[in-house]
């Protein structure tokens, strides 16, 4: 069945290139849908693209949008619908939590958002920048509060934390792009280990596990994103 071609049966997931066109690129979302292909053990193509190497069905049908799972004859788009089509369509192992997912999403509400406003802006260490760090710290604060709720007995993130879930899969990525955007833009003017200890266990769980290791992409892609939206 060699002949029906590579997605025969099997997935392929376009995602935003790196720096050279070529290479995995700097998606927080494309890594989102990876680790969660990761933590199923699912086998799956890579195909980084730009504008002009996407296909033309991608462009014509789904407006481009990356990154696209295509699976058989069919594609998803957005991470979050990808994220719940893979978890509904191979269900082993379940990476849905229901108890307490409510409050593990309001205590994100907002993180990535501070994330990204507070690495945008220049000149760095100007009163508008010292603002954005505010706003940062407060989304990590409401993080460290949520994680060291009292009856949680384990790291993640939804419920008493024992289950990785869609949501420390989603979470992850982002946290990755702060760590990088910290140091590389920002001379880690947010000290984490320090304020927001329990976070930084987190982070350090979520980036240990395999998932996190086989989906990620070098900090210098992460720096040139940014470094992009910088205007630089
Ligand atoms: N809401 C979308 C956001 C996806 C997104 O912003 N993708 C960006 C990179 S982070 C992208 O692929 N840009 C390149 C392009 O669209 O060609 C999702 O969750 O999937």
């Known amino acids: 069945f060699e002949s029906l071609g590579l997605d025969a049966g099997g997935m392929s997931l376009y995602l935003k290139a ?24 699912l086998e799956y193509n890579v195909v980084p ?11 014509e049908f789904y407006e481009g949008k990356m990154p696209a799972l295509r699976h058989r004859d069919e594609c998803y788009v957005e991470s979050e619908v990808i994220a719940t089509y893979l978890d509904y369509f191979f269900q082993e192992p379940g990476l849905t939590v229901k108890k307490g997912a409510k409050e593990a999403e309001e205590a994100v509400d907002g993180f990535f958002p501070s994330v990204a406003k507070y690495l945008k802006h220049t000149p760095d260490g100007d009163e508008v920048d010292t603002e954005l760090k505010e706003g940062l710290a ?4 409401r993080l460290e509060a949520h994680l060291t709720k009292e009856g949680r007995t384990g790291p993640f993130l939804v419920g008493d934390g024992e289950k990785v ?10 946290l990755y792009h702060m760590t990088v955007g910290l140091k590389m833009f920002k001379d880690n003017a947010l000290d984490v280990a320090k304020d927001f200890p329990t976070v930084q266990k987190y982070i350090d769980t979520m980036f240990a596990r395999e998932s996190f290791a086989k989906s990620t992409y070098p900090e210098e892609t992460v720096a040139w994103g940014w470094g992009n939206a910088r205007g630089k």
């Open 49 to 59: 693209a730009v504008q002009a190497t996407k296909p033309q069905w991608l462009i």
């Open 165 to 174: 879930a869609l949501q420390d899969c989603a979470l992850a990525p982002k």
């Open 18 to 41: 790196g720096p050279d066109g070529e290479s995995v690129g700097d998606c927080p979302f494309a890594q989102y849908v990876r680790m969660v292909l990761e933590e199923k053990g």
């Open 138 to 141: 407060a989304s990590l604060g």
